[in-house]
């Protein structure tokens, strides 16, 4: 059974940075696309990074030059770094894996950008 666990969200005020962070039960990082969604509130579940084989990335306009999707499988953990946060980041932030024709969630880690 996989697992993956995010941490690392939490409120921030704009202009601040985050780091969230998606813990696997295992290597199934390695080879494989891997990306993070958010969802806010009253909005669709929606693409905001993927790293895919060869380390290529790609983001949404949204974040672009903000964040940065990064893994390593030494641990197998998938990062988000977050900076010059804004308002409209905030959002249940998810990660994403698919692995053997299934689709695997984490359970969602809150951010909150706010004065």
């Known amino acids: 059974q996989v697992q993956l666990v995010e941490s690392g969200g939490g409120l921030v005020q704009p202009g601040g940075s985050l780091r969230l962070s998606c813990a696997a039960s295992?290597?199934?990082?390695?080879?494989?696309?891997t990306a993070w969604y958010r969802q806010a509130p009253g909005k669709q579940r929606e693409l905001v990074a993927s790293?895919?084989?060869?380390?290529?990335?790609n983001y949404a306009d949204s974040v672009k030059g903000r964040f940065t999707i990064s893994r390593d499988n030494a641990k197998n953990t998938l990062y988000l770094q977050m900076n010059s946060l804004k308002p409209e980041d905030t959002a249940v932030y998810y990660c994403?894996?698919?692995?053997?024709?299934?689709?695997?969630w984490g359970q969602g880690t809150q951010v909150t950008v706010s004065s």
């Open positions: 994403y894996v698919p692995l053997l024709g299934n689709d695997y």
């Open positions: 295992g290597s199934i990082f390695r080879l494989r696309p």
């Open positions: 790293l895919i084989s060869g380390g290529n990335t």
